[in-house]
């Protein structure tokens, strides 16, 4: 654990103080009545903290807790704003962190929603009852209210991050700005759903709604468990080839280059996963090589072992062809060995595609770093040598910036 | 007789079902019962086709909550409408569920069946006996009125799944454990809890309410599909870097993937639940990962080994298992991988373990795999035909082979057109 410095002890500090200061104000509104309801919402509200999807390929996640805290909010007025505030103090998962993040969770979810109530009482907002559940009044103050959630959380924990990281506030607000705001656009009716399901049909609504979401946790959850395992078994593969080969670790690097390099080209998610896939397969088709043959391709390949070499890539490519997810990285494979000024063309493919450059110069990269014992700096300069003519003049700009930042 | 290609029986299918929808919405017009909240809930139930899920053979669709809804809250002639609607949605969204004849066929006569089923008990027998119920209010007789008739509906749709399937040449017995099957269960329990809910939330809140109701569902369901689809492409996957591995030695070319067939069988025969046989699938398509570490030149090697050249190719079971130690999820198949060239009296290798304490996947994995190498050519031998393999196998018993596994196996290669089904991977 890294020491935080001042600065940003000073805010955690501050919020978690401000937290503090926003339950003791709430604090008239408690009914005591209602405590029963109070501590079911709690409960749910801690179980969607735990159950939390993480959604695949979207770096994002998705819980109820919002919509169940949204909804408590609208149903049991302020005083509402203690159960995310408790609920998010606890520890959701284990191992334990630091005591000051749970903290610092609670509160900045108790002032969040604290900004919420706020917003909502005061534009009219009322408290749903069994009496007059007028859903049409309800929803410009909740659609108001759940607005200013999305600004006061997303700036709380934002400001955070940027002190954490040292990096622009404004970068990270609106990194996950995006995501954030069209998971609101359903959070607002949804929770509006909640309260009126509540209210009609008590706990058991509630459950039975609830019921489907928590179920799609377990099952997203296996979902990513394969595709771990996918990826796992591919790359547990290729590093004993690589080991055959003589270059533990290599497929490993190139991966790691490629990956880094497809998402600072702004290629999206998904692809830049096929780029890293299409690097750790990229000489999947050459299993059958004796190892005689293999090292003197990999040392010094003749005019001959160059066909040997093609032969191999093709190969490879078509294996990943009958893959189904991969499919798009049979011509990263294929023409990854082709350079990019067209002089040299084995294969009459044009033009070639952005992952096969890619792969072309983060392999020449580590091949050159191998042979010149680590040394990053020399290597670079030789992989800049051959810009504009073996390589992608953009892509090896590209690298150059990743191999920087790998090195910090 | 030529089975019917998909166009055809779409063709017929649909000009039944455009008659019936006309009819049905006739009816519903002259009675008065078409409006906009039943055209909004029938639109649902036309676009949840979308989350369909094929699950082990049987077709799971959230459609039948929509339709049950719908035939609680209008009736019994709007929820057939909005069954008839959600029929339409298969045959729009069958291209992009990919869904082949026996599953369009199995989607249609169940959807149908099931429907009619639910009607006719509700009318009759079930709500007859609960007399009047309130269905804008939560209760006991609410609650189990809708409960019955929901369990009607999936209890038809999958017995005729069932009978189809069967009927069309699919395992019997497998069709009827998958019902057991936690997954399945799961997805039926969340379903018909939904579906009861709907009722109610469309008398408090309307349309737009049931609407938001099946917000969770689809979650769920394409949850569900998620899974189910990354299984398969993780299969595949396996398939394909295996068969680069077997493409070092022609002699092995499809080894594997034959294997893999045969083991099943076995296992299912043994009574192993879904999740077993699944790592044991994946068990026996990597059982010569190994292989990868030995130098192509041995395995092409024509006459005989060095006693090195033996130690290298022995090595490979062990081998196999250690590549695959950081795949975390697969860590229960790894001694299953390393003892597949134990021999039941304790002298194969690497360890020289004794049948029983070599693991009984590991045992089958090695009959399964001495099979197919027996009735395949080799370099130094002609294929076996499946009668002299089986015999070869019988005679080795309790020295190399578990005698119960061969056993089972010599009941499977007497299933008729055993050599074909098998290389095609068709169930036995």
Not at chain 1, 252 to 263: K, S
Not at chain 2, 192 to 199: A, C, N, Q
Request: proline share 5%; glycine share 8%; charged share 15%.
């Amino acid at each position: 654990m890294t020491e935080l410095s001042l600065r940003l002890r000073i805010y955690l500090v501050a919020i978690i103080g401000l937290g503090i200061a926003a339950l003791a104000l709430v604090i008239p509104f408690f009914e005591l009545s209602r405590l029963s309801d109070y501590l079911a919402f709690f409960l749910i509200s801690y179980v969607a903290n735990v159950l939390t999807v993480s959604l695949p390929n979207l770096n994002a996640s998705l819980s109820v807790a919002s919509h169940i805290n949204l909804a408590a909010l609208l149903l049991f007025g302020p005083f509402a704003i203690a159960i995310p505030g408790c609920a998010g103090t606890l520890p959701d998962r284990l191992p334990f962190r630091k005591l000051y993040t749970h903290l610092f969770n609670g509160a900045q979810l108790a002032v969040s929603y604290g900004v919420a109530a706020l917003v909502y009482y005061s534009v009219g907002g009322q408290v749903f009852t069994i009496a007059s559940p007028n859903l049409g009044a309800s929803i410009g103050p909740a659609a108001l209210a759940g607005l200013a959630l999305f600004l006061a959380n997303g700036a709380l924990l934002a400001a955070a991050i940027a002190l954490d990281e040292k990096i622009s506030f404004i970068r990270v607000f609106f990194q996950g700005a995006r995501w954030e705001l069209s998971n609101l656009l359903i959070t607002i009716p949804f929770a509006l759903f909640i309260a009126y399901i509540y209210v009609g049909l008590g706990y058991w609504g509630l459950l039975i709604l609830l019921l489907p979401f928590f179920a799609s946790r377990f099952i997203f959850q296996t979902y990513i468990e394969i595709k771990n395992t996918y990826t796992e078994t591919v790359k547990a593969l290729m590093n004993t080839v690589d080991r055959k080969f003589g270059q533990p670790g290599r497929s490993q690097r190139i991966f790691e280059y490629a990956t880094a390099v497809a998402h600072r080209l702004g290629l999206s998610d998904e692809e830049a996963d096929i780029v890293g896939y299409a690097a750790y397969l990229r000489h999947i088709g050459f299993l059958g090589l004796e190892n005689r043959q293999l090292h003197r391709t990999v040392e010094r390949p003749s005019l001959r072992d160059r066909e040997v070499i093609q032969d191999g890539l093709l190969a490879g490519a078509k294996v990943v062809e009958t893959m189904d997810f991969l499919r798009r990285a049979a011509p990263y494979i294929r023409l990854h060995h082709e350079s990019w000024d067209g002089t040299d063309r084995i294969l009459p493919e044009k033009p070639i595609p952005m992952g096969a450059r890619i792969i072309a110069a983060c392999e020449f990269m580590e091949e050159q770093k191998y042979r010149l014992n680590g040394n990053r700096q020399a290597a670079l300069a030789l992989v800049q040598a051959r810009s504009g003519g073996d390589l992608d003049p953009q892509v090896v700009r590209v690298l150059a910036v990743v191999v920087k930042d790998l090195e910090r | 007789m030529k089975p019917p290609t998909l166009e055809r029986l779409s063709v017929w299918f649909l000009i039944g079902l455009i008659l019936l929808f006309l009819y049905l919405l006739i009816q519903c017009i002259l009675k008065g019962l078409f409006t906009l909240d039943l055209f909004l809930v029938a639109m649902a139930a036309l676009l949840l086709r979308f989350f369909d899920v094929s699950f082990l053979g049987h077709l799971i669709s959230p459609c039948g909550g929509v339709i049950l809804a719908a035939f609680f809250i209008f009736g019994p002639l709007p929820g057939l409408l909005a069954m008839v609607f959600s029929l339409f949605g298969l045959f729009l969204f069958r291209k992009t569920l990919k869904f082949s004849p026996p599953d369009l066929t199995d989607a249609l006569v169940q959807t149908l069946g099931a429907s009619g089923a639910a009607v006719l008990v509700h009318q009759y027998v079930i709500g007859p006996a609960l007399g009047p119920v309130d269905l804008s209010t939560y209760s006991l007789t609410l609650f189990l009125s809708l409960a019955g008739t929901i369990a009607v509906y999936y209890l038809t749709a999958a017995l005729l799944t069932i009978l189809i399937r069967a009927s069309s040449g699919g395992d019997l017995k497998r069709l009827v454990g998958t019902l057991a099957h936690p997954l399945y269960l799961a997805v039926f329990c969340v379903l018909g809890l939904s579906t009861i809910l709907l009722v109610p939330v469309y008398f408090q809140l309307g349309v737009a309410g049931l609407l938001l109701g099946l917000l969770p569902l689809c979650v769920f369901f394409y949850a569900v599909r998620l899974y189910l689809r990354m299984r398969d492409v993780y299969r595949q996957a396996l398939r394909a870097l295996v068969g680069s591995i077997e493409a070092m030695d022609p002699y092995t070319h499809g080894h594997s993937d034959r294997v893999a067939g045969l083991c099943i069988e076995i296992g299912r025969r043994l009574g192993f639940g879904e999740n077993r046989l699944r790592l044991l699938e994946y068990a026996s398509y990597l059982h010569d990962m190994g292989k990868v570490t030995i130098d192509p030149a041995i395995l092409h090697k024509k006459g005989s080994l060095t006693e090195l050249e033996w130690t290298v190719i022995r090595s490979h079971p062990s081998e196999g298992a250690e590549i695959l130690k950081p795949v975390g999820f697969l860590h229960k198949i790894l001694p299953w991988i390393a003892h597949h060239h134990e021999k039941a009296d304790g002298t194969g290798y690497p360890e020289a373990l004794p049948l029983e304490r070599t693991p009984l996947e590991a045992r089958i994995i090695s009959a399964a795999d001495a099979f197919d190498a027996m009735v395949s050519d080799r370099p130094y031998r002609a294929a076996l035909s499946i009668k002299e393999t089986v015999r070869e196998m019988q005679r080795n018993q309790n020295t190399q082979f578990d005698a119960r596994i061969v056993g089972i196996i010599s009941q499977l290669v007497e299933s008729p057109d055993f050599f074909r089904r098998w290389r095609e991977r068709l169930p036995l």
